[in-house]
């Protein structure tokens, strides 16, 4: 007996209102038991209950739903045709034109699916593929968030010393924790991470051939503040172009987060429209700081297949309501193919212009 076939008994039982008849079997209750003495009797007064959405990490989306599209597949996401293989399907494309941003796949589409390949949560009433949500927690704090902030930072640091060793590079880090990081933590009166800064903790103790990536020992809460901290930090170390997108990455990041923590259930239209922007900002610039790592033949930011999914996931969405967890990432109305540039205006003050198909700065000097 799979465990979805009693979630969705559940759901049907939810949305009656009423207590069951029967079992998840279909069977009658003993007769003269208590519940089917108490069968057909309201659970709760006069309210019903409805199937909302699904949450969990990428890996058990995969597995509850046997996705045959994923990050582990040369089709990586559930939504659309963004793939590994083809150039004009290219994941690592975030730009407006992107094809894969035009193959949207239906629930429709998905239900043509054979059984053998259909996700089992289709049995629950209620369910639709769209309903599969994503969340701040596995795709940001112990998703690509790890790997931004401490590739960002190792980033500034190889730039500040030429010809960087891994030991300068751990006494650096360790410097920082202690006269960086923790006095910011206490100005702004925030939990600081237990864990000091090193080369073990990012991921560059014996090589500098590894990706930087903060180590399991920061908790997902530790993760988000060391974002926040390390876009204020990079804000100082502007210097060179990329360290200008850089900092701009940084930042739309931290401020994607922001409006999402204050915002409640449901997010109005200038919420929508303020975390469209932040959220796409920080994919574009990410694209570009991924793309110069490979050209430059350095391990720091990797445009790696789970990064897409943010972008796409909000794309499909475009036509549903404003939930938080479902409209973070979209167009801000803007329609796809066009208004490929716009400038950025009220946001980060050292920052004055974007484009968004090329991620290229304006040469007007920071304040």
């Given at each position: 007996m799979e465990v979805?076939?009693?979630i ?15 079992d ?16 057909g ?11 909302a959405g699904?949450?969990s ?30 150039a ?12 894969w ?10 239900m043509?699916t054979?059984?053998?390949s ?8 209620g369910?639709?593929?769209e ?8 795709d ?18 190889l730039e ?48 500098n ?5 903060l180590g399991?020992v920061?908790?997902a809460?530790?993760?988000k ?7 204020f930090?990079?804000?100082d ?11 701009m990455?940084?930042?739309s990041?931290a401020?994607?987060i922001?409006?999402l923590?204050?915002a409640g259930?449901?997010l109005?239209e ?7 922007k ?7 610039c ?15 930011l990797?445009n790696?297949?789970?990064?897409p ?10 036509a549903?309501?404003?939930?938080r ?6 167009d801000?109305?803007?329609p ?6 716009h ?5 980060c003050?050292?920052f ?6 090329t991620?290229?700065?304006?040469g007007v000097?920071?304040?």
């Open positions: 979805t076939q009693i969705a008994w559940i759901h049907r039982v939810m949305l009656t209102g009423l207590k069951p008849a029967t998840h079997l279909g069977c009658e209750w003993p007769p003269g038991s208590r519940r089917a003495m108490e069968a009797s309201p659970f709760a007064r006069q309210l019903l209950g409805a199937f699904f949450k990490d990428l890996e058990a989306r995969v597995l509850c739903h046997r996705l045959p599209r994923s990050y582990m597949h040369n089709f990586v996401c559930e939504h659309d045709l963004a793939c590994v293989h083809l004009h399907l290219q994941y690592g494309d975030f730009r407006s034109t992107a094809g941003r035009t193959s949207a796949i239906t629930h429709e589409d998905y043509i054979s059984e053998s259909m996700s089992p949560w289709a049995e629950v009433p369910w639709r593929k309903r599969n949500l994503d969340d701040t927690l596995h940001i704090y112990q998703g690509i968030g790890p790997h931004l902030v401490a590739s960002t930072i190792v980033h500034c640091i500040e010393i030429p010809k960087c060793t891994l030991e300068k590079l751990d006494l650096k880090l360790k410097s920082l924790y202690t006269n960086s990081y923790k006095p910011w933590c206490r100005e702004n009166k925030t939990d600081s991470a237990g864990n000091s800064f090193s080369g073990v903790k990012f991921n560059r103790e014996k090589s051939k590894t990706y930087p990536e399991s920061y908790k809460y530790e993760v503040v060391i974002i926040f901290w390390a876009a930090y990079c804000k170390k502007l210097g060179s172009f990329q360290g200008r997108v850089r900092a990455c940084l930042y990041l401020s994607w922001r409006v923590d204050l259930g449901w109005t200038d919420e929508v429209e303020s975390a469209c932040f959220g796409e900002q920080f994919l574009l990410y694209q570009y700081l991924a793309g110069a790592s490979l050209q430059a033949k350095v391990c720091l990797q790696n297949s789970e990064i999914l943010l972008l796409s996931y909000a794309d499909l969405h475009e549903d309501q404003a939930e967890e479902v409209r973070c990432l979209l801000g109305g803007r796809h193919g066009k208004a490929d540039e400038v950025v205006k009220n946001t003050p050292n004055c212009a974007i484009c968004l198909d991620v290229l700065l304006s000097s920071c304040r």
